[in-house]
Nanobody
């Protein structure tokens, strides 16, 4: 199975920045779409940002202008640059890989998550 490992979370004051990293066990160019989700305690998991293999990106309205998703040209790492962090950004951030396998079945793989805590 594909493996995804997130890193870069931590404790930061409001207005600060963090960069999350997700390293995959295969080239991102071989994955249809990479996504970042987050989940706050007692809240539904939400899509924060996504990037297709061919470079189409999207971010949630709540983070527009503050968060940017990008990839390492080396091929196996996707980043989430988070600027102007707010307390409401607090949560566990998960990396997700979505695509099709060799039998044309859809797949979803998830990392274990990295905690982001923003203090006021």
């Amino acid at each position: 199975q594909m493996k995804l490992v997130e890193s870069g979370g931590g404790l930061v004051q409001a207005g600060g920045s963090l960069r999350l990293s997700c390293t995959t066990s295969k080239d991102i160019s071989s994955i249809n779409k990479m996504n970042w989700y987050r989940q706050a305690p007692g809240k539904q998991r939400e899509l924060v940002a996504g990037r297709t293999y061919n470079g189409i990106t999207n971010v949630a309205d709540s983070v527009k202008g503050r968060f940017t998703i990008s990839r390492d040209d080396g091929g196996n790492t996707v980043y989430l640059q988070m600027n102007g962090l707010k307390p409401e950004d607090t949560g566990v951030y998960y990396c997700n890989a979505h695509g099709l396998d060799s039998q044309w079945n859809e797949y979803d793989f998830w990392g274990q998550g990295t905690q982001v805590t923003v203090s006021s």
